[in-house]
C-alpha cells in the first residue's frame, strides 16, 4: 500500500530555519516525481514545486523558487521542504503528494504538517 | 501562469440534488485538468484526472467533462459525505502547475 508519512507539526520564530520531511513506503520512491502544496489557514491549494528523487530534477512554482527548497534521500524514500529564514507568512498546512497512477494527477497524499511562524 | 477560476465559489444545495461546478482555464489546457475533493482537516482526495476519468474508487455519481479552456464537474444526487470543498487543478508542466480557487459544495 502506498503510504506518505509526514513529519509533525512545528512552531518557530521569524527568522528560523526549518525542514519538514515526507517518508514514502509501499512503492517505488526513486522512481515517482513527489510534490508539495501549501494550504494558507482558510485558504486553497497552492502549488509550490515537485522533485524526482531518483536524479534530484526539481521544479518550483514562479512564486516559491528562491523561497523554498525541495531535495529527496532516495536511500530513505524520503523528501524535504525547506526554509532558510521563515516568515510570519509561511504559516499554513504543507501536503507532500506523489501522481504514483496518473501522471500529474496527485493521487495519493500525505497527512499534512502544519508548520506555525510566530513571535 | 494560468489561471484556474472556479464558479460559484460556493454552492447551497439539499441532499439528493444535482451539484455543476465549473472551472475555467487562461488559456487552452487541453484535457489536463483534474478534480479534487477537500474535507476539514483532511488531505484533498482525486476524484477525476484527464478531465473526464474517474480515479480508483470513486463512486459514478462523480462525473466530469470539458476540453481547451471550459470544465465542470457533476454530482448527480449528492450524499451528505459530498458536502465538501473541490479544486480543479492543470498539469500544463511541473513549474506552471495550478489550482483553481474552490467550491465550497454546503447544506442548504
Known amino acids: 500500500e502506498v503510504q506518505l508519512v509526514q513529519s509533525g507539526a512545528e512552531v518557530k520564530k521569524p527568522g528560523e530555519s526549518l525542514k519538514i520531511s515526507c517518508k514514502g513506503s509501499?512503492?517505488?520512491?526513486?522512481?515517482?516525481?513527489i510534490g508539495w502544496v501549501r494550504q494558507m489557514p482558510g485558504k486553497g491549494l497552492e502549488w509550490v514545486g515537485i522533485i524526482f528523487p531518483g536524479d534530484s530534477d526539481t521544479r518550483y512554482s514562479p512564486s516559491f523558487q528562491g523561497q523554498v527548497t525541495i531535495s529527496a534521500d532516495k536511500s530513505i524514500s524520503t523528501a524535504y521542504l525547506q526554509w532558510n529564514t521563515l516568515k510570519a507568512s509561511d504559516t499554513a498546512m504543507y501536503y507532500c503528494?506523489?501522481?504514483?497512477?496518473?501522471?500529474?494527477?496527485?493521487?495519493?497524499w500525505g497527512q499534512g504538517t502544519l508548520v506555525t511562524v510566530s513571535s | 501562469e494560468i489561471v484556474l477560476t472556479q464558479s460559484p465559489a460556493t454552492l447551497s444545495l439539499s441532499p439528493g440534488e444535482r451539484a455543476t461546478l465549473s472551472c475555467r482555464a487562461s488559456q487552452s489546457v487541453s484535457s489536463y485538468v483534474a478534480w479534487y475533493q477537500q474535507k476539514p482537516g483532511q488531505a484533498p482526495r482525486l476524484l477525476i484526472y484527464d478531465a473526464s476519468n474517474r480515479a480508483t474508487g470513486i463512486p459514478p455519481r462523480f462525473s466530469a467533462s470539458g476540453s481547451g479552456t471550459d470544465f465542470t464537474l457533476t454530482i448527480s444526487s449528492l450524499e451528505p459525505e459530498d458536502f465538501a470543498v473541490y479544486y480543479c487543478?492543470?498539469?500544463?508542466?511541473?513549474?506552471?502547475?495550478?489550482f483553481g480557487g474552490g467550491t465550497k459544495v454546503e447544506i442548504k
Open positions: 509501499g512503492y517505488s520512491f526513486s522512481n515517482y516525481w
Open positions: 503528494t506523489t501522481p504514483w497512477r496518473y501522471p500529474r494527477n496527485f493521487d495519493y
Open positions: 487543478q492543470q498539469r500544463s508542466d511541473w513549474s506552471g502547475l495550478t
